[in-house]
């Protein structure tokens, strides 16, 4: 006797063009899953790609637009009373965030079935660590949800250390899905530069790639390669975020050797920008008595299947990887002096005996599709506990 055909999974998220979001709901259909997703749009200044799932759309929102935000919130109610029976259909919640995760829960509430809810939660927000009332409140607000959560899905154990459990007291089942590099198929195999590093007169490359959103790492990378001249370039990729993006131009100056190259394709061009640098600038210090010291950046396992050694804060999540892994060096405070000084200071030998130890690790360890397997067969346990 065959088993039943699985259900589809309900899929909330807070903007269906987010690169995570993609990344889940694409590991999901891979691992065969059908996926219905209940997402917002939000309007950027970059190209809108249609949605390759089933898509119920909640609303349209807008950067720094938040009472838009909470209307467009408020009237998707009636779209999920709407959609009720389509929701009744899956098997599955997945939502990414606590407050789509309320949606999620009211959703569920009018499809009339007790089906799972699975929370992602990927980021520690300011707000969710402050001592005043609205962290409290909202602290709160996220214990109700985990309180009626199946599983909680989290990229770090920084979070559930520093956070899920002397914080929330969450005693719930937690897994562990790192930001580790997927799909990873056709990703071509790391190559060293012709020439080697710091050869010929070539400066040494540092590459920061993805979200940038740290300003203090954008004003230590400007001073280095004011310090530092011609031996020295800094190249950025990506997208300025979150508060960085009005004052990107100001923050990146006209020093011929710290330049922004735009953005790129995920995973297409990992290959191509990560074979460009000597070094992965990993720090992240937008947060840093918080979310900074706890995560796990993208970044971390791009660089590691490319084999580019790591530059990170040693006080932090990141900063302990790196040195278990064998992934570079790490810095404490003050950075600016102790990062002039190491390459003041660095030979490429030195460099070269790290950049052979990075290389020597199993593509394996950075990329994510064991990781989904799991999660996936995960879901499915869940589902056939209904």
């Not at 060293?192 to 954008?218: H, K, M, N, Q, T």
């Not at 950025?236 to 790129?264: C, H, I, W």
């Not at 030195?350 to 995960?378: I, M, N």
Request: charged residues 20%.
């Amino acid at each position: 006797m065959t088993d039943p055909p699985l259900s589809p999974i309900a899929f909330f998220a807070h903007e269906r063009g987010d690169a995570r979001v993609i990344k889940r709901i694409t590991a999901l259909q891979n691992q065969g899953r059908e996926v219905i997703g209940f997402t917002f749009h939000r309007v950027r200044d970059k190209p809108d790609a249609a949605p390759t799932w089933e898509n119920v759309h909640l609303g349209t929102t807008y950067n720094r637009r938040y009472f838009q935000r909470l209307w467009v919130f408020a009237t998707c109610v009636g779209v999920l009373w709407v959609n009720r029976s389509r929701l009744r259909a899956c098997g599955v919640i997945y939502v990414v965030n606590t407050d789509n995760a309320t949606l999620a829960l009211l959703g569920r509430f009018f499809a009339g079935r007790a089906i799972p809810v699975v929370l992602e939660l990927a980021d520690i927000q300011p707000a969710m660590t402050g001592a005043g009332l609205v962290s409290r409140i909202l602290r709160r607000i996220e214990r109700f949800v985990l309180a009626r959560s199946e599983l909680l899905v989290t990229t770090s154990p920084g979070f559930v250390r520093e956070y899920f459990h002397p914080v929330q007291h969450h005693a719930g089942e937690i897994f562990l899905l790192e930001n580790k590099v997927y799909p990873s198929g056709r990703l071509p195999a790391a190559v060293v530069r012709d020439g080697g590093p710091a050869a010929c007169g070539r400066p040494w490359v540092v590459g920061c790639f993805g979200a940038l959103r740290c300003r203090r790492s954008l004003e230590l990378m400007h001073s280095l390669a004011e310090r530092l001249g011609d031996r020295i370039r800094i190249e950025l990729r990506g997208y300025p975020s979150g508060t960085l993006v009005e004052d990107f131009e100001m923050l990146l100056g006209s020093l011929p050797n710290y330049q922004f190259k735009g953005a790129y394709q995920y995973p297409d061009e990992l290959a191509q920008i990560y074979g460009s640098v000597d070094f992965n600038w990993t720090f992240d210090e937008s947060d840093p008595g918080g979310n900074s010291a706890w995560l796990l950046p993208n970044r971390i396992y791009e660089g590691g299947c490319f084999g580019v050694p790591a530059l990170g804060g040693s006080a932090t999540e990141t900063g302990r990887w790196i040195q278990q892994q064998g992934q570079g060096w790490t810095f404490q405070e003050p950075l600016e002096e102790n990062l002039i000084g190491f390459f003041e200071a660095l030979e490429v030998s030195g460099w070269e005996k790290v950049r052979q130890a990075c290389l020597a690790h199993p593509r394996s360890e950075f990329t994510g599709e064991a990781d989904y397997l799991r999660l996936s067969e995960r879901l499915t346990a869940l589902e056939k506990r209904l």
